[in-house]
């Protein structure tokens, strides 16, 4: 009796270390794997800022644009983010006989899809879109300005070249449009524009 309770128990003994051996290595490769797809996700999910500098035309005169962005890359292939723009250069015109000022600024969401990419040269298509108010200043007259809001989108083209793993610049170009302009006689038509862009970005790659 007690014989055969002690092969019972040598018998459990053994089966315990041979499902030790044999499934420890597993969980070890899954604990393994499980700890790659998190530095995977971790290093997919990095901050990014930037700065890009637009050519437009306002009023069908021309002038420059400033926008600062930044969010996070969610993705290799793509980024979502907030941007805020202003008018660099107010535009100087004439409205009725009557000598204005205008200039126009936006907060917004961006994405951006980043279709191609070959070494450190890549291809990517940024969409915004946001609300702001455009000033329209009178010149000569007291208490003149007015604030128009508006909803505005843009979608670009952009060709990119990542200098290091921090710094990426590009050029594209694209085409703006707005939604609400109406004050002082002027139309959405007056402020839709195409540009061109050149940026800088901050960001590991």
């Known amino acids: 009796?007690?014989?055969?309770?002690?092969?019972?128990?040598?018998?459990?003994?053994?089966?315990?270390?041979?499902?030790?051996?044999?499934?420890?290595?597993?969980?070890?490769?899954?604990?393994?794997?499980?700890?790659?797809?998190?530095?995977?996700?971790?290093?997919?999910?990095?901050?990014?800022?930037?700065?890009?500098?637009?050519n437009i035309l306002l009023l069908e005169d021309g002038s420059l644009y400033f926008s600062f962005h930044g969010g996070v890359k969610i993705h290799p292939q793509f980024r979502l983010g907030m941007y805020a723009a202003t008018v660099a250069n107010d535009v100087n015109t004439k409205e009725h006989g009557k000598k204005i000022s205008i200039d126009y600024n936006s907060l917004g969401i961006l994405a951006e899809y980043k279709p191609l990419q070959i070494g450190n040269f890549s291809l990517s298509i940024p969409v915004t879109a946001g609300a702001g108010f455009t000033s329209i200043n009178t010149k000569g007259e007291e208490h003149s300005k007015a604030k128009d809001g508006y909803f505005v989108a843009?979608?670009?083209?952009?060709?990119?070249?990542?200098?290091?793993?921090?710094?990426?610049?590009?050029?594209?170009?694209?085409?703006?449009?707005?939604?609400?302009?109406?004050?002082?006689?002027?139309?959405?038509?007056?402020?839709?524009?195409?540009f061109g862009a050149f940026f800088i970005n901050w960001g590991e790659r």
């Open 1 to 54: 009796m007690e014989l055969g309770a002690t092969r019972r128990l040598a018998v459990k003994k053994f089966f315990t270390l041979f499902v030790f051996l044999f499934f420890a290595p597993a969980f070890a490769e899954i604990s393994s794997l499980n700890d790659s797809e998190n530095a995977i996700v971790s290093d997919e999910n990095k901050i990014f800022l930037g700065f890009e500098a637009n």
């Open 154 to 194: 843009d979608a670009a083209l952009h060709f990119n070249y990542q200098i290091n793993p921090s710094i990426e610049i590009g050029i594209g170009g694209g085409y703006r449009v707005f939604l609400g302009i109406s004050e002082d006689d002027f139309e959405n038509s007056d402020f839709n524009t195409p």
